[in-house]
């Protein structure tokens, strides 16, 4: 199942909050299927009709968290704006750091796996992010800095 598909199914969108929740605080090693079947309040059967292992596990959840993040960065405002919301995005998107969570690749095996986190960082995040700022170069904006005023 792709992840649009999954939203369609309350208990598979479950296990992504809650997944995505554990994953953070544990990282990918530290979770177990058991552990987030318990905290789902769901049988590894009904886990495992959604996601085949833990590895498309673990990709369906960034898939999850990382979906959408191109229409913040797409909405109508100033350069300025448009970063200060995007980084209020993430930062409430993600409670340890990211880098965390790109690390904890190296645990994933299925090559087609990676490609799915790599695309899903670069199509919902980086590529957007360096169209906004190429477009604040070619427009000519520059980020002016206000000094700080000493109290």
Same mark, same amino acid.
């Given at each position: 199942?792709?992840?649009?598909?999954?939203?369609?199914?309350?208990?598979?969108?479950?296990?992504?909050?809650?997944?995505?929740?554990?994953?953070?605080?544990? @990282?990918?090693?530290?979770?177990?299927?058991?552990?987030l079947?318990?905290?789902?309040? *769901?049988?590894?059967?009904? *886990?495992?009709?959604?996601?085949?292992?833990k590895?498309? *596990?673990?990709?369906?959840?960034?898939?999850?968290?990382?979906?959408?993040?191109?229409?913040?960065?797409?909405?109508n405002g100033?350069?300025?704006?448009? *970063?200060?919301?995007?980084?209020?995005?993430?930062?409430?998107?993600?409670?340890?750091?990211?880098?965390?969570?790109?690390?904890?690749?190296?645990?994933?095996?299925?090559?087609?796996?990676?490609?799915?986190?790599?695309?899903?960082?670069?199509?919902?995040?980086?590529?957007?992010?360096?169209?906004?700022?190429?477009?604040?170069?070619?427009? @000519?904006?520059?980020?002016?800095?206000?000094?700080?005023?000493?109290?």
């Amino acid at each position: 199942m792709d992840t649009d598909r999954i939203l369609d199914h309350e208990k598979a969108e479950r296990i992504l909050r809650e997944g995505w929740t554990l994953f953070q605080q544990k @990282g990918y090693r530290g979770v177990t299927i058991d552990e987030l079947c318990a905290r789902c309040e *769901l049988t590894k059967p009904t *886990l495992y009709y959604y996601f085949h292992d833990k590895e498309h *596990l673990f990709v369906a959840v960034l898939q999850y968290k990382l979906k959408d993040f191109h229409k913040v960065i797409d909405l109508n405002g100033s350069l300025v704006e448009r *970063l200060e919301r995007i980084a209020v995005s993430i930062l409430e998107s993600f409670q340890s750091e990211y880098n965390v969570l790109l690390r904890d690749r190296e645990h994933i095996k299925d090559r087609q796996a990676m490609l799915q986190i790599r695309d899903a960082f670069h199509q919902e995040l980086f590529d957007p992010l360096i169209r906004l700022m190429q477009s604040g170069i070619d427009d @000519g904006c520059w980020l002016v800095r206000a000094p700080i005023s000493s109290r």
